[in-house]
Every structure is written in C-alpha cells, then in structure tokens.
C-alpha cells in the first residue's frame, strides 16, 4: 500500500492520493499556516476508523440480508495537551435506518469495530480507548 501527498501551496495545503483517482485535501491548523483548504491529519484517523468500522459493519449487516435505507457514524476524539497530542478516547456513534434488526446490529457492530478493523486494533494497540454506540430506527 503506498499513497502520495503533494504541496498544494506555499503554506501547508496538500492533496493526497492513494489508489485510483480520488483526492483528498490535507490542511494543518491556523497556528501552522493553515488555511481551512483540507482536512487536518488527526481528522484523518477519526475518518479512518470510522470508515474501516462502517464499510465492514454494512458488509455484515447487508449479508444478513438487512435493509439498511440510511448510515451515519459520529467519531468524536479527546487528545492529550501535551505534544504529541495524541488520542486517548475516541468514542464511535452508529446511526442505522432500515429495517433491521437490532440485534444483529449489535453483533454486526462487534465484529466491524472490534474484530475486522485494522485501523481500532492499531489504535487499541498503541493505548486509545475505542467505545462505540449503535441506533436503529
């Protein structure tokens, strides 16, 4: 697996590539010169956990035959304050819509989070606490 990043401009604005053709635009904060052009990296790891926990619970839940009509997942982090600010707690919050049924949703959730996710098991690994929540209306 390899990605690339390239400067964007003078301050600190990159565009990110990895496989295929997709983008993604990668800003640091104020205090670096940022200019709200992209997402910061730390952004990144919530939207990487997020993402690895969502597309393996849909895949799960979609084998069970579960109708799934809408998804959301909140992914909120706590760091510390001292550098690096590194994560300490990220809590997950799934929002399902469809039918489905809320226990399979759990145990779907499970597997996904805790079990199939390389980005919660990096993370775990390395100290942070991972909670997750799920919804199904």
């Given at each position: 697996?390899?990605?690339?990043?390239?400067?964007?401009?003078?301050?600190?604005?990159?565009?990110?590539?990895?496989?295929?053709?997709?983008?993604?635009?990668?800003?640091?904060?104020?205090?670096?010169?940022?200019?709200?052009?992209?997402?910061?990296?730390?952004?990144?790891?919530?939207?990487?956990?997020?993402?690895?926990?969502?597309?393996?619970?849909?895949?799960?839940?979609?084998?069970?035959?579960?109708?799934?009509?809408d998804f959301s997942v909140v992914v909120a982090g706590e760091r510390t304050d001292k550098v690096p600010a590194v994560f300490t707690k990220i809590h997950m919050a799934f929002k399902l819509v469809g039918n489905i049924d809320l226990t399979?949703?759990?145990?779907?959730?499970?597997?996904?989070?805790?079990?199939?996710?390389?980005?919660?098991?990096?993370?775990?690994?390395?100290?942070?606490?991972?909670?997750?929540?799920?919804?199904?209306?």
């Amino acid at each position: 697996m390899k990605v690339e990043l390239k400067r964007v401009n003078d301050a600190v604005h990159f565009e990110a590539s990895g496989s295929g053709n997709v983008k993604v635009h990668i800003d640091g904060s104020p205090e670096i010169s940022g200019q709200g052009l992209g997402v910061r990296p730390m952004e990144l790891v919530l939207i990487a956990l997020g993402s690895c926990s969502a597309l393996d619970l849909i895949s799960i839940l979609k084998k069970q035959r579960q109708e799934i009509t809408d998804f959301s997942v909140v992914v909120a982090g706590e760091r510390t304050d001292k550098v690096p600010a590194v994560f300490t707690k990220i809590h997950m919050a799934f929002k399902l819509v469809g039918n489905i049924d809320l226990t399979k949703a759990e145990k779907a959730a499970e597997l996904a989070v805790k079990k199939y996710c390389s980005v919660h098991n990096m993370l775990v690994s390395g100290g942070v606490a991972i909670t997750y929540s799920i919804a199904v209306s």
